[in-house]
């Protein structure tokens, strides 16, 4: 077991006070990059995607999160999950104001998506740095990169997408600890897609997708884990997000939604089954960043 911190006793951080989300006219599944993907190459319904992308950043307006709405870019079919090209942070810590660090994708047909996000950032006034590709083979932004909420904490996915030297960096440059979790099945390929993290005391994940030590982590940095079946996670019911510590945004029709809302929450469904064709739901549709 790493040397595991009580998070609720790190430094205090705000939550994120914007979201972007890209536009998803190019949007497509081309190419199989992850087990969802598959038997779903140019199946894709373009009209339903749009009318499902419009239903998620309504939910955000909905409880009053800012939301920016980045013009559509041609020939990236996967820029529509922009969780993936940085891994924003709040003021303080990496720079004086609000900061991120830039993905170095696994995929080559992705990698381009990232000066996109970068220059959107930047425009909003976040400093972006760069970790050294030759020292980083890979780092997927928010996919593997989860804070614990409102504290100075990281989970550091590593797996099919992201490896552990992107997290000595961030820890160094940042002093936040990170702790790694390995994902151990790959359907399971990013951290986003087994673990949402609600508040700083509650967590919804997907036990079968981490090792023994991971789930160990989370048992014990979050007193309420609610650890959901196998169905709920295929339909992504781990990868919905809470803005605010109080709602749950996330693909409906999972079982586990009625669990959430028992536990106080207000959960709110939305569909999102043309993203999942390509493995992904409302977290990985949207950037949580930091403006100020
Ligand atoms: N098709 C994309 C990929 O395989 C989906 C990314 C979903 N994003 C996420 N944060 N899980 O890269």
Redesign the pocket.
């Known amino acids: 077991m790493q040397a595991l911190p009580d998070p609720r006793t790190l430094q205090a951080l705000p939550l994120p006070d914007r979201v972007m989300m890209t536009d998803p006219t190019y949007f497509d599944v081309e190419t199989v ?2 087990p969802h ?1 598959e038997g779903n190459v140019d199946g894709i319904d373009r009209y339903q995607a749009r009318l499902q992308w419009r239903e998620v950043a309504d939910a955000y307006r909905s409880v009053g999160m800012p939301l920016d709405v980045l013009p559509p870019e041609p020939f990236l079919p ?1 820029y529509v ?1 922009c ?2 090209q940085t891994l924003p942070l709040p003021s303080g810590l990496l720079a004086g104001g609000p900061a991120a660090i830039r993905s170095i994708m696994r995929s080559a047909r ?1 990698e381009p998506e990232v000066p996109h996000v970068v220059r959107a950032l930047e425009h909003r006034g976040v400093e972006v740095q760069s970790l050294d590709p030759y020292l980083v083979p890979r780092f997927e932004g928010t ?1 593997d990169a989860l804070w614990h909420p409102g504290r100075a904490f990281l989970y550091g996915g590593t797996g099919p997408r992201s490896t552990e030297q992107a997290y000595r960096f961030i820890s160094t440059w940042t002093g936040v600890p990170v702790v790694i979790m390995n994902l151990v099945d790959p359907r399971f390929y ?1 951290l ?2 087994c673990l949402a993290p609600l508040d700083e005391s509650t967590a919804v994940c997907f036990p079968g997708a981490f090792d023994d030590e991971g789930l160990e982590v989370l048992r014990r940095c979050f007193p309420r884990l609610l650890e959901v079946g196998e169905a709920d996670a295929m339909w992504m019911f781990c990868n919905g997000h809470c803005p605010d510590g109080k709602t749950y945004i996330v693909q409906e029709g999972s079982a586990a939604a009625a669990d959430v809302r028992a536990l106080g929450y207000e959960v709110i469904e939305v569909e999102t089954g043309e993203f999942r064709k ?3 739901s409302v ?2 549709m949207k950037l949580a960043f930091w403006s100020v």
């Open positions: 990059q992850n993907m996967d999950f969780a993936n992705r996919g990013h986003d897609t390509a493995g992904g977290f990985c």
